[in-house]
T-cell receptor, first 113, second 115 residues
Framework: QKEVEQNSGPLSVPEGAIASLNCTYSDRGSQSFFWYRQYSGKSPELIMFIYSNGDKEDGRFTAQLNKASQYVSLLIRDSQPSDSATYLCAVNLMDTGRRALTFGSGTRLQVQP | DGGITQSPKYLFRKEGQNVTLSCEQNLNHDAMYWYRQDPGQGLRLIYYSQIVNDFQKGDIAEGYSVSREKKESFPLTVTSAQKNPTAFYLC??????????????FGEGSRLTVL
């Protein structure tokens, strides 16, 4: 099993719809979880982070964390064409001994006008 | 403005050459990182450093070397031993507290192409 796993997509949604991006991780002891957005040819930028079980909302974005299922997701409401990008899930895995974030391979989101 | 500066943005290397990518931050962050990204892939950790004069290997350290002589600077050398160095290289920094890595702040990246 990959340490941090994402569906590569592309995930295609119409403008105004809800986009749901999912991420699973291998280490049950992980403490912190991050979602980054990356436009083609650019560096990643932080969308949200979440530490506790449940939902965390910020504008059109909601991060959901379920530590028992080792699952974190990102919902984007009222999707816009400008949301079209690759979304990277990053986890602070505790069992690797590394003090650095481990990234998934990313999900490419396409929002159709 | 606070941030992370990477240079050069684009770099071409001939086979057998060593090249050094620069990374400077003025965020007063303790921890700095180098990641590599290949097309359609996520980020893979090369090296990271939590304090000056100390650094640790990541998942793909072979063929790379780093130094951390100053808190602000974490240069990456891609040596001739790295067989497939063409990639997008990202430097990042974070506030580091105990066992938890906080949010990473990224530079704009350096794109290395081997001719």
């Amino acid at each position: 099993q990959k340490e941090v796993e994402q569906n590569s997509g592309p995930l295609s949604v119409p403008e105004g719809a809800i986009a749901s991006l999912n991420c699973t991780y291998s280490d049950r002891g992980s403490q912190s979880f991050f979602w980054y957005r990356q436009y083609s040819g650019k560096s990643p930028e932080l969308i949200m982070f979440i530490y506790s079980n449940g939902d965390k909302e910020d504008g059109r974005f909601t991060a959901q964390l379920n530590k028992a299922s080792q699952y974190v997701s990102l919902l984007i409401r009222d999707s816009q064409p400008s949301d079209s990008a690759t979304y990277l899930c990053a986890v602070n895995l505790m069992d690797t001994g590394r003090r650095a974030l481990t990234f998934g391979s990313g999900t490419r989101l396409q929002v159709q006008p | 403005d606070g941030g992370i500066t990477q240079s050069p943005k684009y770099l071409f290397r001939k086979e057998g050459q060593n090249v050094t990518l620069s990374c400077e931050q003025n965020l007063n962050h303790d921890a700095m990182y180098w990641y590599r990204q290949d097309p359609g892939q996520g980020l893979r950790l090369i090296y990271y450093s939590q304090i000056v004069n100390d650094f640790q290997k990541g998942d793909i350290a072979e063929g790379y070397s780093v130094s951390r002589e100053k808190k602000e600077s974490f240069p990456l050398t891609v040596t001739s031993a790295q067989k497939n160095p063409t990639a997008f290289y990202l430097c990042a920094s974070s506030i580091f507290s105990g066992t938890n890595t906080g949010e990473l702040f990224f530079g704009e990246g350096s794109r290395l192409t081997v001719l």
